[in-house]
């Protein structure tokens, strides 16, 4: 921890809160946010000690940049206790494990009960949001919240149709939100991650450190919710760099969680519900134009481009399969659950079994994806909020049908070439 830090939390002493605001390379968006979490403290947590703790991404470590009183402790006029505001600068993204394993090192030494991290993407911030996830913790003995959020229904779909469905498969556990840079956890859970190899490995600076503490939590058996927490906006793209990049991130986190913790998940079966603080989910259907054609042709050109090494990564008949659906007549496309999931778990197998570069393993994946949207859009273009949750649990259903096959492939004995 650079030697500004420590001198900033000796002069803030034990705390009860700590809420991690992060932004990408924008100091003015944590000040921002910072006077937005200020104000809720001081009408929700008027009792508690708190630190707000800003993950400057343009800073080298050197000293604060959100406030100029970040190094001294600050009264603010309501509050019974005090609040901090410190600072975690890094010339580096701020999604990046060091500044965040900085900020769990800080939590640890100022020994938090509840510590919250809000989204770089996040700029208003209502009160509800903050209070949701963290009074959980604070006030009914959670260990994790994940959040809940009122979407568009065109929006979130690579949560929709594989990272919920397959993650609520493999752990055994409905957690719908477990890749969302909004979370709480509690003092306790901490204390058990704070120490692990994790932290230590190559993914711990790649990985998306919100689903491996969901995780740590559920495989240890704490108390987990989820929490409604209102809307939550994010830019529609349905190709570009945008889905590249979140399917490297998320979907690589949930392969890389697969492979660390697979002595957990491969004992699990079925699914169960965890405790949700308010509905469920809440979808809004408004009409939306989405260029259908082109997500087929990149489909299409995907598959054709990508044959070597989706050759490699999927069965035969899989492969074979998914060949002819991408030439198939584009008037409209059927992407069928049972081979999407078939699909998915055979990159899982494959990423287990390290068949080409991991990074390019995942990238691959991206043609599929694009297919399995254009047909999603297809099928729930006049749909409802109703049919569409109940297709998205057809799905989660069809890959807990399904798991057997992952875990055979998981476990196989490779091959070796004669």
Known sequence: MPDELLRQLMSVGEVD??????????????????QQVESICLRTFVRDRIALIGIDGHRNGSGPAVASEAASPSYRSGALRTIHRLT??????????????????????????AVAMISPSTVQLPQEWLTNLLSPVRRDNFDYVAPLYRRHWNQGL????????????????????????????????????????FWQQEEAFHSRTESWMAVQALETGMPVCQAFLGQKDYPVSASGAAIVDAIRQAVGTLFSLMETHQTFWQTTSGSAPVRTIGPEHDLIVEPVRVNRSRLFEMFHVGVSELEGVLSLILSPETHAEIRAL?????????????????????????YHRSVIDRDHLVQALVPLYR??????F??????????????SESLCLEFERQKPYLMERWNATPEVPS
């Open 371 to 376: 297919g399995k949207i254009g047909a999603f």
């Open 88 to 113: 975690i600068g890094s010339k580096i993204h701020p999604a990046d494990g060091t500044t965040v394993r900085q900020l769990f090192s800080t939590a640890d030494l100022l020994r938090a009960k």
């Open 378 to 391: 297809e099928e729930n273009s006049d749909a409802t909020p109703e049919s569409i949750e109940a297709g």
């Open 17 to 34: 809160l700590i809420v991690g605001i992060r932004a990408h390379h924008d100091g003015a968006a944590i000040e921002q946010v910072i």
């Open 326 to 350: 991408a030439a198939s007549d584009r008037g409209k496309l059927v992407f069928p659950s049972e081979l999407w999931v078939r699909a998915l778990y055979e990159f899982a197998a494959a």
């Open 158 to 197: 690579l949560i929709r149709t594989l990272l919920y469905p397959m993650t609520r498969a493999v752990f055994g556990f409905r957690i719908r939100e477990m890749y969302s840079e909004d979370f709480a956890f509690s003092g306790g859970l901490l204390a058990r991650a704070i120490d692990r190899d």
